[in-house]
Nanobody
Framework: VQLAESGGGLVQPGESLRLSCAASGFTFSSYYMSWYRQAPGRERELVAGISSDGGHTNYANSVLGRFTISRDNGKNTMLLQMNNLKPEDTAVYYC?????????WGQGTQVTVSS
């Protein structure tokens, strides 16, 4: 299993970013996928999750209405559209999957929101 995030960067408050997670080594379309984030000095937290067919999603209260998770099973890719970014969204963002009870993480992509 390999997960590779991309799309992070430095933006100003109110701007947008779109993160991508390219997955390989497993049957992507069969698994629930998630985005997590970890800010300096804080525990890793769930941001959003999406069912295998994309029909069900869930979000942390802190991002509800601003972030949208989606997936393209034909391209083995998961996306996180982040709008109206706030300084408190600054963190390393990770994609995550559990396959056969094993936990897999990407290397993470840094998102910094600062004026």
């Amino acid at each position: 299993v390999q997960l590779a995030e991309s799309g992070g960067g430095l933006v100003q408050p109110g701007e947008s970013l779109r993160l991508s997670c390219a997955a390989s080594g497993f049957t992507f379309s069969s698994y629930y996928m998630s985005w997590y984030r970890q800010a300096p000095g804080r525990e890793r937290e769930l941001v959003a999750g999406i069912s295998s067919d994309g029909g069900h999603t869930n979000y942390a209260n802190s991002v509800l209405g601003r972030f949208t998770i989606s997936r393209d099973n034909g391209k083995n890719t998961m996306l996180l559209q982040m709008n109206n970014l706030k300084p408190e969204d600054t963190a390393v963002y990770y994609c995550y999957v559990s396959v056969l009870l094993r936990h897999f993480w990407g290397q993470g992509t840094q998102v910094t929101v600062s004026s």
